[in-house]
Each structure stands twice: as C-alpha cells, then as structure tokens.
C-alpha cells in the first residue's frame, strides 16, 4: 500500500524558519518525481514544488521561489521542503504527493499524504 | 485569480449527470493536453479522478469522464451518487508552472 506521512508543521512567527518532511512507503521512492502543494484554510490547492526522482530538476511557484528549497533522500524514501522567510501567506496544509509519471514527471499527483499544518503567526 | 476558471458550485439530483467547466483565461488549456481533475472531500486530500484530458487512473469509477474543446475543458459525472458530492479542481501544466489549480468547484447533491 502507497503511503505518504508528513510532518513537521508547528506555529511559527513571521520571518521564521520550518522543515517539512515526507516519508515513504509502499512504492520504489527512487522510481518517482515528487511535489508539495498546500492548501489555505478555505481556499483550493497550490501547487508549490517539484523535484525530479533523482533530484537534478527542481521547480518552484512564483510566490515560493527564492524562500523555499525541495530536496529529497532517496535512501530514506523521504522528501523534503525547506521553507524560510515565512509569512502570513504561508499559512496552509502542506501535502506531498506523488507524480503518475514516474521517472518522467507528468506533473498529475496520484498519490497524496494527509498533510501537515503550517501556521505562521505573533 | 487563476488561469483556470470554473463555477463555484454545481448541483444535479441523483442518477443525473452533471458536467463542471474549466475555462483558461489564457493560452495554457488551449495549448496543451495536459489537464487534470481532482476531487476533495471535506478533511481529506484531493483524489486524482482524470488525467491527460480523458484517462482514468486505475480504480476511479467509469462514471467520470473528461473532455477538452478548444480553452475549454469539462469534468461530467453521470448517474450522479451521493458520494459523488465534494469539491473538484481542474488542473493543467502551463508555460510557467508544471501544475495550476482552478479556483474548485462545489458540487451539491440535491
């Protein structure tokens, strides 16, 4: 069975710094691209992050780049979302999910984790 | 504003069909195959129902179908359940982004 755990999302002030991780099971991690993409309370999702199986591509939304950081360890199984000079605007569920397309990212999210909780607020 | 518009809600009695729009405000549906749906009910992750315009993955049911004219793209639901009642994203690879979300769509079963 595919499964995607994330963690890491706690309160943090404005300005602050998180890592959000995601563990795997259930699939050949090495095998697949992967993304993030949050969800604000009460608004749809957006996608924020892409990295490719082997970690040589990354991508980034407009309202992302600069201040976050996708990485991945492939002999963890694991993803990973560095996330720095937060604010306000960050508040949101945080999902990692994974690419249908396997080593050729098709950018469709088959898989998803049940996210975790970013707050960012005095 | 997202590059993909949808209505904000939708209603269809049960055993009906309904079909939910996505309308690209510019060239990125018109342009590409590459549109996607999702379906969320409330507390949970969004559920991937189709891919590639048309394609199904593996396990969703055969009442959901996808098509595509021109900026336009369509999610249909026929024989409408009650279970079928959540929110659903259209989605699409752009020339900036790998994946926009629309704005959802709330689907009610009257």
């Known amino acids: 069975e595919v499964q995607l755990v994330e963690s890491g999302g706690v309160v943090v002030q404005p300005g602050g710094s998180l890592r959000l991780s995601c563990t795997t099971s259930g699939f050949t991690f090495d095998d697949y691209a992967m993304h993030w993409v949050r969800q604000a309370p009460g608004k749809g999702p957006e996608w924020v992050s892409l990295?490719?199986?082997?970690?040589?591509?990354?991508y980034y939304a407009d309202s992302v780049k600069g201040r976050f950081t996708i990485s991945r360890d492939n002999s963890r199984n694991s993803l990973f979302l560095q996330m720095n000079s937060l604010s306000a605007e960050d508040t949101a569920l945080y999902y990692c999910?994974?690419?249908?397309?396997?080593?050729?990212?098709?950018?469709?999210?088959?898989?998803w984790g049940q996210g975790t909780l970013v707050t960012v607020s005095s | 504003q997202s590059a993909l518009t949808q209505p904000a809600s939708v209603s269809g009695s049960p055993g009906q069909s309904i079909t939910i729009s996505c309308t690209a405000t510019s060239s990125d549906v018109g342009n590409y195959n590459y549109v996607s749906w999702y379906q969320q009910h409330p507390g949970k992750a969004p559920k991937l129902m189709i891919y590639?315009?048309?394609d199904r993955p593996s396990g969703v049911s055969n009442r959901f179908s996808g098509s595509k004219s021109g900026n336009t793209a369509s999610l249909t639901i026929s024989g409408l359940q009650a279970e079928d009642e959540a929110d659903y994203y259209c989605a699409s690879y752009t020339s900036s982004s790998p994946v926009v979300f629309g704005g959802g769509t709330k689907l009610t079963v009257l």
């Open positions: 590639d315009v048309t």
């Open positions: 990295m490719t199986w082997d970690g040589s591509s990354t």
């Open positions: 999910a994974r690419d249908i397309g396997g080593l050729d990212s098709s950018n469709y999210l088959d898989y």
